[in-house]
């Protein structure tokens, strides 16, 4: 953070960890990130946050709507699955109002009494809490200014930013807030401290402000709870009507504030509408990639290939790529890979509904085809657009012999080879 005249404020955390409860695994350290104890305490996060991670994924412990830091789980995956509920509700003649929740320094409010006992209750006890508990504690903070630097002043909440084991903390500590949307009737994902409500209703529904209301006032005071701070003022309301013609007119008070629904708004870097086209995500993406192609030109004759295409592919490509999947009608490759790993059980769960494997009542050559389940044709015209009525086609159609690759890289490289061929001849 920099202040107006040009000074710099830094913060620096200190840890300390007790070589009593956890065996040999490190000394105690108190020094900055640069003395040699900082690498070794890396080490053993990240040994400590496997094991967790292991525990908590055998036990079914984590929120499956929880995205955040977790094997084969990403912004695309947690907003391929709201994206397409939003779709089919209105596939379906059903309007849908999705909330996306703002929440202020999540990682620093994080009460440590709260997350030892929440870690306690999934079975995280005896020796494991207490290194937990070590973790946590005994941690302090400088702030240099100007030159000068303050005291060292003790941190009595929050999990350490930019560690391992932080996020994977934040996910348990919040384990407890989806049965409060649910309760409400509305559907969430997570990704670490961002939280989406979405809920699809008939469009002559006259209760769907009242029931909005009732959810995120008992999510705020949830957060109260926990120690979180919910920013409402700054919450995003996007409404998305079952026909582009029917207006839904209505905001939401809780006390004194109202929120007011938003055209569009930027959710987990894509920019949604509330048509569903993308259209302005689309065209940012596309204004960000010229500017970034034109400013590469213009220095191309001091790079070599090689630096050129590490641009090309840091600065535009990756761009282009990010959550192409919510674009499944033109990113064939992208939602193959996703159904690769569905029928292969490395797809996070909540994949699992919008893509089901084909299995047949009675032994027939086709169950080891590795297919997918083609939904009906009813509606075809608006379903066309949404990923679980597209990708099972594709998948099916591919050869035998690429659905049944023994990878993940194996299908890749037989994927782009077919889709070469096809596209090219």
């Known amino acids: 953070m920099s202040p107006r005249d040009g000074s710099t404020v830094k913060t620096r955390s200190r840890r300390r960890l007790s070589a009593q409860d956890h065996g040999n695994f490190g000394q105690r350290r108190t020094g900055p990130p640069t003395e040699p104890g900082f690498s070794q305490a890396k080490t053993l996060e990240r040994v400590v946050f496997n094991q967790v991670s292991l525990f908590l994924a055998q036990n079914s412990s984590l929120d499956a709507n929880q995205s955040g830091f977790r094997s084969g789980h990403s912004t695309e995956t947690a907003l391929l699955t709201v994206t397409e509920a939003l779709r089919i509700a209105k596939a379906d003649s059903r309007s ?19 997350l030892l006992s929440t870690l306690s ?10 290194w937990f ?32 084991l932080g996020p994977l903390l934040l ?38 402000a009242a029931r909005i209301s009732g959810c995120l006032a008992d999510i705020s005071e949830w957060m109260k709870e926990h120690h979180l ?20 007119d209505f905001t939401i008070n809780l006390g004194t504030l109202t929120i007011t629904p938003s055209s569009s708004a930027r959710n987990l870097g ?26 590469i030109r213009k220095i191309r004759p001091f790079l070599t290939e090689q630096a050129t295409q590490l641009l090309v592919q840091a600065l535009v490509i990756s761009r282009l790529d990010y959550c192409n999947a919510l674009l499944a009608a033109r990113i064939k490759f992208k939602t193959l890979m996703l159904a690769y790993r569905q029928t ?24 080891s085809e590795r297919r997918l389940i083609v939904p009906s044709r009813r509606g075809t015209k608006s379903l066309s657009k949404t990923f679980s009525y597209t990708v099972p086609s594709w998948w099916n159609d591919l050869p035998t012999a690429i659905r049944n690759a023994n990878s993940l890289t194996t299908f890749k490289r037989l994927l782009k080879t077919h889709l070469f061929r096809h596209y090219l001849t």
């Open 96 to 114: 849908s109002v999705l909330i996306l929740l703002d929440l202020s320094a999540a990682f620093d409010t994080v009460n440590h009494q709260i």
């Open 121 to 130: 209750s999934l079975g995280i006890t005896g020796i494991p809490l207490r």
């Open 133 to 164: 508990e070590s973790y946590l504690t005994g941690r302090s903070f400088r702030v240099a200014w100007g030159g000068e630097v303050s005291k060292a002043h003790h941190l009595v909440t929050g999990v350490p930013q930019g560690s391992v």
């Open 171 to 208: 996910s348990i500590y919040t384990t407890s807030l989806g049965p409060f949307i649910q309760a409400h009737g509305f559907s969430y994902h997570c990704y670490a401290d961002d939280t989406q409500l979405y809920l699809s209703f008939q469009p002559d529904d006259p209760t769907v």
């Open 229 to 248: 701070q919910l920013k409402l003022a700054k919450t995003e309301l996007l409404i998305f009507p079952a026909t582009p013609t029917l207006q839904h």
């Open 270 to 295: 894509v920019i949604f509408d509330d048509q569903l086209p993308f259209k302005d995500h689309i065209a940012k993406t596309a204004r960000s990639c010229r500017f970034a192609l034109h400013n």
């Open 344 to 367: 292969t059980g490395s797809a996070p769960a909540y994949l699992h509904s919008l893509l089901p494997i084909y299995t047949p009542s009675r032994t027939l050559r086709s169950a």
